[in-house]
């Protein structure tokens, strides 16, 4: 190990002791959160069907070359950026990244045997999530909220297989596949009747949530709802916002996903987990980073991501609530837009896990509101970035701009060869 990297450590260890945070039992700590890494920002959203030119709900802006084309290609970008991060891992697949030909709503976990294999052997996690979109079957924009029957019968069924799907890779991998509803269905105007699409919609979850997990099913999947303020297409309504989603999830006993981009500018996600996590059993994040509206810019280490790290460790819920990154962003090197995200995200879960919150805690029981607030402030500047290069140093996982260069080095030896 290198030296500085051990003395600056056990410098930033006395530090933290003296406001009585253990960094070794932090280290254990941070061992044990995963981080989901979306699999889309390697192909940009594309998938592997071989649709064409298809429509496509999801916007993602610019052509840096070299964007993955199959699974193999995608696996190696992943396993590229996963090199970079020093977090517990997790790999969120999209039904689109299905290796067999079968139609979207005909796919069972064989589909997605590849990837399975993959995680098995890396030690990955994986979550799932059925792509309700990109697809000659969306009508108009719409799936499971359509007007049209066979419309939304090919999605319910779409829907029914991915939590089979997601049951058996939580199975097959020995914890938890979370699986994520998203769709797009929204109009661009003002509709006429907002219930009579929201009533579908239900009409739809219910036959996909008829079956009710056991106690053990549980423990290998749970189904969460993404809801979403607007899109693009969909700026007047969209039919799943958060209100509905998270209106069905309590009464129907599901889970929300909550996307740090999907609200008003100025509402806080940090805020909502301790308003929404006692009534709902399982909760995950996309986190991304919103510029001016929902554009899934790379995610830093901003003051939006650190209030959720900071409110994670505050209400205690690590181990109660998932993590899942979602940005995308073709004008850069994708394998370093992972990297850059992953390691944002990993350095915020550190801060807010070294972070005295003990002492912030005690002086707001003392109604010291003064203290508190000095405290805060205090703690920004703690010494974090010694136990960060610790911990990468330690995993050998490169430090600062050694970490861009393995990329750089890895688009020189292996990317080009894409073109
Ligand atoms: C879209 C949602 C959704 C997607 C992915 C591809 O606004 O955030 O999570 O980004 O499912
Ligand atoms: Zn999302």
Request: charged residues 30%.
């Given at each position: 190990m290198n030296k500085k990297i051990v003395e600056n450590y056990e410098h930033a260890k006395s530090v933290y002791k003296i406001y009585g945070v253990d960094t070794d039992k932090v280290l254990a700590l941070f061992e044990q959160i995963p981080v989901s890494l979306h699999c889309w920002n390697g192909d940009d959203i594309?998938?592997?069907?071989?649709?064409?030119?298809v429509e496509s709900q999801n916007l993602v802006t610019g052509n840096y070359p070299?964007?993955?084309?199959?699974g193999d290609e995608l696996r190696a970008d992943i396993e590229m950026a996963f090199s970079l991060s020093p977090s517990r891992q997790k790999v969120n697949l999209h039904s689109m990244y299905a290796e067999r030909q079968n139609p979207r709503n005909d796919l069972t976990i064989e589909d997605f045997q590849l990837w399975v294999d993959w995680a098995k052997k890396n030690n990955y996690g994986l979550d799932f999530n059925t792509s309700f979109f990109t697809h000659p079957m969306m009508n108009k924009g719409f799936s499971l909220a359509s007007l049209d029957k066979a419309t939304r019968d090919y999605w319910i069924k779409a829907g029914i297989d991915s939590r089979k799907i997601s049951l058996a890779i939580g199975k097959e991998l020995g914890q938890k596949c979370y699986n994520n509803f998203w769709i797009p269905d929204g109009l661009k105007d003002i509709p006429a009747n907002r219930l009579r699409y929201r009533e579908l919609l239900t009409d739809s979850l219910d036959q996909i949530f008829a079956h009710k997990y056991t106690e053990e099913e549980r423990k290998y999947t749970a189904d969460v709802l993404e809801g979403k303020l607007f899109g693009i297409g969909t700026e007047s309504f969209v039919v799943g916002s958060h209100d509905y989603y998270l209106a069905y999830a309590i009464k129907n006993g599901v889970g929300v996903c909550m996307d740090t981009g999907h609200y008003h500018p100025t509402e806080s996600v940090a805020d909502k987990l301790s308003a929404v996590r006692p009534f709902i059993n399982d909760l995950m994040l996309h986190v991304t980073r919103s510029v001016r509206w929902d554009s899934d810019h790379v995610v830093l280490q901003d003051d939006e991501l650190l209030s959720v790290m900071k409110e994670l460790k505050r209400g205690n819920f690590y181990d109660k609530i998932a993590i899942g990154l979602d940005f995308f962003d073709a004008t850069i090197n994708r394998v370093a837009a992972w990297a850059i995200g992953l390691r944002a995200t990993a350095k915020a879960i550190l801060t807010s896990l070294l972070e005295p919150t003990h002492l912030i805690d005690e002086a707001e029981l003392n109604g010291d509101f003064t203290e508190r607030l000095f405290l805060m402030d205090e703690f920004e500047n703690l010494p974090v970035n010694a136990v960060w290069e610790y911990i990468l140093e330690s995993k050998g996982i490169p430090i600062g701009i050694e970490a861009l260069k393995k990329v750089q080095r890895y688009e020189k030896e292996e990317l080009t060869k894409r073109s």
């Open positions: 594309k998938g592997f069907e071989g649709l064409g030119e070299y964007p993955a084309r199959n």
